[in-house]
Nanobody, 124 residues
């Protein structure tokens, strides 16, 4: 089970930090990578960033590179997304996802578990 939190309303240029808490025996046994995706109204789900759970290596979409940071706390089974310099076009529902694949990257089909999403709204 994946549960996101930390969404909300922020002005352009501001920051938010999302969290995704994972629970259950499934996570520790099978998950090798986690990622963040987002979906704006009327648009397809879009990759934001991912992290290899053991190595900590990260991968980002060009649209957020330099502004967003994906990190994890292995001991707490928690994934984070630090979002800085937010823009109105970052407005979306943000989802965390977990993958058994070692390097799923931006391919949403390689993610096996999904959270329910948290709304992020950036006002201009």
């Amino acid at each position: 089970q994946l549960v996101e939190s930390g969404g909300g309303l922020v002005q352009a240029g501001g920051s938010l930090k999302l969290s995704c808490a994972a629970s259950g025996r499934t996570f520790s046994n099978y998950v090798n990578a986690m990622g963040w995706f987002r979906q704006a109204p009327g648009k397809e789900r879009q990759f934001v960033g991912s992290i290899a759970w053991s190595a900590g290596s990260t991968y980002y979409a060009d649209s957020v590179k330099g502004r967003f940071t994906v990190s994890r706390d292995s001991a707490k089974y928690t994934l984070y997304l630090q979002m800085n310099s937010l823009k109105p076009e970052d407005t979306a529902v943000y989802y965390c996802a977990a993958s058994q694949n070692w390097a799923p990257g931006a391919n949403s089909r390689l993610y096996n578990y999904w959270g329910q999403g948290t709304q992020v709204t950036v006002s201009s």
